[in-house]
């Protein structure tokens, strides 16, 4: 199966420093306008630089390059630089970066793990290349929670016993390439006392998930991110629907694509359900709703 992600999505290439390139999947992407006009957003984060007025919609706009730990964007920049409107985790955010470079196509099965020089750059989930030239993938999960930290109350759950000794004896497997999300996920099961496994890759998900079959001990619940260098969420679900010997596993895409085109498309490759993150009461939910099944 070709991916549904590979073939709607590619990488919008844009610059924070003078020649280093940087990209994010363009499903996450709404538009991009120069630079407008902004106003001051009172006792907001230090990255935000104030407010743009876009179609009508007032949006929060970060400085990108300051929150990834660049030099900030001078104001005597701005009349070059450009703001991407982007729509996820339930929110639109606009970005300015110093320039856009181009929208390429891409294969997501070629994009690699940062290597060990880079792994210290928290922000970055993902390396490839194009034109002899590294592209960074970045993290917007971590730079979204750096900015706007989840809420306590959408950060953990509460169960009843019953419901809680429903998930204990299932075996889990969450998968996610974003270092705060995984970390959410953990924290969410970890707070309820709920035993998982966890992994950044989907091809080590699915090979997990052969060995327990083999084992006798099948996956029955897979929380599983989409857009995922390497093997995606959309393939991994496929895959696991395609095997008679993984197929029984109940499905959640979790995503922190806020677009209905992901529902669907989750749909279209077999999951049984699609989720924005990050609401730990919604993912526990759709948990025991696979626990019942």
């Known amino acids: 199966m070709k991916s549904k992600a590979s073939q709607s999505q590619g990488l919008?290439?844009?610059k924070l420093s003078q020649t280093q390139l940087f990209a994010l999947g363009t499903l996450k992407i709404r538009e991009l306008v120069p630079f407008t006009?902004?106003?001051a957003i009172p006792q907001s984060h230090p990255t935000i630089i104030g407010?743009?007025?876009?179609?009508g919609h007032t949006i929060p706009v970060i400085d990108m390059a300051a929150a990834v730990g660049y030099q900030p964007i001078a104001e005597a920049e701005y009349s070059k630089s450009y703001i991407i409107i982007t729509?996820?985790?339930?929110m639109v955010i606009g970005f300015l970066v110093r320039a856009i470079d181009k929208i390429i196509e891409c294969n997501w099965r070629d994009i690699e793990s940062p290597p060990d020089n880079l792994g210290r750059n928290a922000y970055l989930t993902g390396v490839t290349r194009f034109n002899d030239q590294l592209v960074q993938l970045l993290d917007v999960e971590l730079l979204m929670a750096k900015v706007f930290p989840?809420?306590?109350?959408?950060a953990r759950a509460i169960l009843t016993d019953v419901q809680r000794e429903k998930l204990k004896p299932l075996h889990i497997l969450l998968v996610d390439d974003s270092k705060v999300a995984r970390k959410q996920?953990?924290?969410?099961?970890d707070s309820i006392n709920i035993p998982y496994q966890v992994t950044a890759d989907g091809r080590e998900a699915l090979a997990i998930m052969e060995n327990a079959a083999n084992d006798g001990r099948p996956v029955d619940l897979l929380v599983s991110d989409i857009e995922m260098p390497g093997l995606d969420g959309y393939e991994l679900a496929f895959e696991v629907k395609n095997s008679p010997a993984l197929a029984n596993a109940y499905i959640i895409l979790h995503t922190s694509l806020s677009s209905e085109i992901s529902v669907s498309q989750a749909h279209q490759v077999g999951a049984n359900e699609a989720l924005t993150k990050f609401d730990a009461h919604e993912l526990i939910d759709a948990m025991l709703r696979g626990a019942e099944r």
Do not use: G
């Open 12 to 14: 919008l290439l844009f």
């Open 37 to 39: 006009p902004l106003s």
């Open 51 to 55: 407010a743009a007025t876009v179609r």
């Open 87 to 90: 729509d996820c985790q339930r």
């Open 150 to 154: 989840t809420s306590p109350e959408m």
């Open 185 to 189: 996920l953990a924290d969410a099961l």
